[in-house]
């Protein structure tokens, strides 16, 4: 049984060259009108897809238009994870794992580790066992206190005994003698009657911490046995006509957990399995956003580099390449850092949208690099602080090892000043707040960040409206500490002021450039000790 879909290339489109990388932040039209299809169709389902829909926050969905042997154009329907629990959902194409196999040995696994996990937390939660530990740990802290106090008298007596050794007679020397070997009796008899103390307690904790660690390595090695068992029931094919477990594709590499289970890689599988060509892929976010990440309704997103990266690398061998990702595109036509500052201790640059402030992976081109070939004169030229790729405006370059220390220092103690200068996308009512979100990278998605209360750094930002303007705002920015992409997401997250910044990549709409510009630095200087500010406009 087929799962094409009709498919009509949009009006005046040409015809794909190659198959556009997964990880371009806006897909191709033909792409985007199957994703466009699809969309009508999630708007008016009826049950029960409509139900299914309605179950918990929003999630991924796909499209892949494919050619078939006799050259027809079709498009695929795909959604990521699960849909409300179910792997199969009429009209869209299966997981990329083998159900049956699956099914057969996964329910029993499962059951037998709940089993286990609920004897290991009864076990732990055991009142004896929960009892003896807190005698244990009394009973040592008292035993610590007296010996504590033990050492602290027979430390004492000990340099009276070094002192009076200077005056004494023979006959002293020796009462002297036998006081320090009576000293390391009482130590040794101490230590002796600790242990007598400790010995049944410990032993009453080892009778419960024995099972304990006997079922922890047992659900470890379960839990070992399912990752193995998932893992080699996925068959990777790719365009070469080659085909792959995820065991071999990683080859003793950790496995993230839901990797093969992204719409792209299902569509893709799906396709290579009824031997279609794949023409255009694209991605997009339908429903609720999650609450720790930034995913608005009905915008196309990259693949994830996390799960998706190794493992579309491997699936799209074989096919034409079209499009590269943004981020690994050449700095064509960017201009060059101009000098706002100069001195003999520091500079200050303007640096432009679109370059990278230190070389990356892919380019050595940046701000950094063009200094250094600039000033070839100072080897130790280098910048204090960083901006996003996509951030234009001021960035503090020191000359010498010592001045980049010193304006480090006040980096790290947050004496320097930054205000950014931003573009929204939407009307604030608003004027005025503060923002508080935490962030930790995404890890399953680099370098997207996710707010995240528990693992989070603190994050903080000051923010004022300047201006609205034909269904824009105008912000400045004020950043109180300096994570990773901080502003970003501080704009565009639902718990934040929850409209992205213009032509944001990442967290919006891409754009023509991100209207996100570093406008004015304060901060002392560090061989003067004078308090300098210094102003760039922003160029939108």
């Known amino acids: 049984m087929t799962l094409t879909h009709p498919f009509s290339a949009p009006p005046d489109s040409i015809f794909p060259v190659g198959f556009d990388s997964p990880f371009c932040n806006s897909p191709s039209p033909y792409a985007e009108q199957a994703a466009r299809d699809l969309q009508t169709v999630l708007k008016n389902a009826d049950d029960p897809l409509k139900e299914l829909l309605a179950v918990g926050v929003g999630r991924m969905f796909g499209v892949l238009v494919v050619r078939d042997i006799a050259g027809v154009l079709s498009c695929l329907h795909g959604f990521s994870g699960q849909l409300a629990d179910r792997w199969l959902v009429p009209g869209f194409v299966p997981p990329a794992f083998d159900m049956q196999q ?3 040995f996964l329910p029993p696994a499962m059951t037998r580790l709940t089993q286990l996990q609920s004897e290991l937390k009864n076990r732990r939660d055991d009142p004896a066992f929960l009892f003896a530990k807190q005698q244990l740990l009394a009973t040592r802290e008292s035993l610590t206190d007296n010996t504590r106090l033990l050492q602290a008298r027979l430390v004492q007596r000990k340099a009276a005994r070094r002192s009076a050794r200077e005056q004494a007679s023979a006959e002293q020397l020796v009462d002297l003698q036998r006081e320090g070997e009576a000293d390391a009796r009482r130590r040794a008899e101490d230590k002796r009657k600790v242990r007598e103390e400790l010995a049944p307690l410990e032993l009453a904790i080892a009778s419960h911490a024995e099972p304990i660690r006997s079922i922890t390595a047992e659900v470890e090695e379960l839990q070992r046995h399912i990752q193995t068992q998932i893992q080699a029931g996925y068959s990777i094919h790719n365009a070469c006509g080659e085909s792959s477990t995820l065991a071999q594709l990683f080859e003793g590499r950790m496995v993230l957990d839901g990797i093969g289970d992204c719409a792209g890689p299902k569509l893709l599988n799906y396709a290579y399995s009824q031997g279609m060509t794949p023409i255009a892929l694209a991605e997009f976010w339908w429903g609720q956003s999650p609450a720790d990440g930034i995913r608005h309704h009905a915008h196309f997103y990259p693949s994830c580099r996390g799960r998706c ?3 579309l690398a491997f699936m799209l061998d074989g096919l034409t390449p079209g499009r590269q990702p943004e981020h690994l595109q050449p700095f064509d036509n960017v201009a060059a850092p101009t000098i706002v500052f100069e001195d003999k201790h520091l500079l200050l640059v303007n640096k432009p949208a679109g370059q990278l402030s230190v070389p990356g992976l892919a380019t050595i081109d940046s701000v950094q690099s063009r200094l250094q070939a600039r000033y070839p004169d100072l080897p130790e030229l280098q910048l204090v602080h960083r901006l996003d790729q996509s951030t234009s405006g001021l960035l503090l370059v020191a000359k010498t090892r010592r001045d980049h220390k010193a304006l480090q220092r006040q980096f790290a103690k947050r004496t320097i000043s930054k205000q950014y200068i931003a573009l929204l996308d939407g009307e604030l009512k608003a004027r005025a707040g503060d923002i508080e979100l935490p962030l930790r990278v995404d890890l399953e998605d680099r370098p997207r960040q996710l707010v995240c209360a528990q693992h989070g750094r603190e994050a903080k930002t000051h923010w004022k409206v300047l201006c609205i303007e034909k269904g824009q705002t105008r912000v400045q920015l004020f950043p109180v500490t300096g994570r990773t992409h901080q502003l970003r997401v501080h704009m565009a ?19 023509q450039r991100l209207h996100l510009h570093a406008q004015s630095l304060s901060f002392v200087h560090p061989a003067s000790g004078e308090h300098v ?5 922003a160029p939108f």
């Not at 500010?533 to 406009?537: E, G, K």
């Open 533 to 537: 500010s210094f102003t760039v406009p």
């Open 309 to 311: 990266a190794p493992l």
């Open 493 to 511: 997250h639902p718990s934040g002021l929850g409209l992205p910044i213009v032509g944001d990549e990442l967290y919006g709409k891409p754009g």
């Open 102 to 104: 699956r099914e057969q």
